[in-house]
C-alpha cells in the first residue's frame, strides 16, 4: 500500500492530514497495537523535524509498504525552497547556528544545507564533513551508487551508527553522538534511515520492519 502523497509544510500545514495518512496505512495493514505505535512516532518525528526546519519549507510525505514493512517518505525538491535561507551558511560560521544536540536536529541541519543546492560536495562537507561539521565526525556519509558525487550524496543511519560506534574511546565527539543515539526515539525504532541529496532534490526515507 502507498498512502496519499501529502503536501506539508514548517507553517504546520499538512500534518494532521499526513498523521491520518499514518493511522490509514496501520489500520489498512492491520499492524498489531505496537507495530501501529512506532509507525505513529516515527511520522510525528518527522514531521515535528519538518516544523523545525528554518526559513520557508515544504515537502511531500507519504508511507509505503505492507503489514511486514514501511517506509516513510519525505520529498522536496530545491525549487520549492531554494534562496529561502541564504543566510544560513554564514550565520553556522559565526556561531549563532549550534551544532544540533540530537539525531533529528543533525538530520535537519543536513536538509537545511543541502537545500542550498551547493554546485560542490565540498561546500557541503565544509559543515558536513560527512555527516555535519568537525563535532560531528566524519560518519554516514557516502556516494550513491552510480552518481557523480559532484551531484549526489546519500546519508544512513546505519552507517552513522557503525563509525560513530567503532570511533568511541578515540573521539571525544563519537561519545557524545553515541548518547545521542541512545536517547533518540528514529535510532531506537528504525531499521535505517536515509538522506539522499541530489542537485535538485532531498529525500528522507526512515525503515520499519515489524
Not at 515537502?59 to 520529498?75: K, M, V, Y
Not at 564533513?129 to 549526489?152: I, R
Amino acid at each position: 500500500m502507498k498512502t496519499r502523497q501529502i503536501f506539508v509544510n514548517n507553517n504546520g500545514e499538512g500534518i494532521v492530514a499526513a498523521l491520518d495518512e499514518t493511522e490509514n496505512f496501520s489500520g489498512y495493514n492491520h499492524l498489531a497495537k505496537q507495530d501501529a505505535l512506532n509507525v505513529r512516532l516515527l511520522s510525528e518525528e518527522t514531521l515535528g523535524m519538518v516544523r523545525a526546519i528554518t526559513g520557508e519549507f515544504s515537502a511531500l510525505f507519504w508511507i509505503e509498504g505492507d503489514e511486514n514493512s514501511c517506509e516513510i517518505h519525505l520529498h522536496a525538491k530545491t525549487e520549492m525552497n531554494r534562496g529561502k535561507r541564504s543566510d544560513l551558511l554564514s550565520v553556522s560560521t559565526t556561531g549563532k547556528n549550534m551544532a544540533a544536540k540530537t539525531l533529528m536536529g543533525k538530520i535537519r541541519d543536513l536538509i537545511e544545507v543541502s537545500l542550498e543546492n551547493y554546485e560542490s560536495v565540498d561546500q557541503l562537507q565544509m559543515k558536513y564533513g560527512k555527516m555535519g561539521s568537525l563535532a560531528y565526525g566524519n560518519w554516514g556519509m557516502e556516494s550513491m551508487e552510480g552518481s557523480s558525487t559532484a551531484v549526489a550524496q546519500s546519508w544512513s543511519l546505519a552507517e552513522y551508527k557503525k563509525d560513530v560506534h567503532d570511533a568511541m574511546g578515540e573521539n571525544q565527539f563519537a561519545d557524545q553522538a553515541w548518547d545521542e543515539l541512545e536517547k533518540s526515539i528514529v535510532a531506537k525504532l528504525a531499521d535505517n534511515v536515509r538522506v539522499g541529496i541530489k542537485s535538485d532534490e532531498v529525500q528522507l526515507i526512515i525503515y520499519k520492519k515489524f
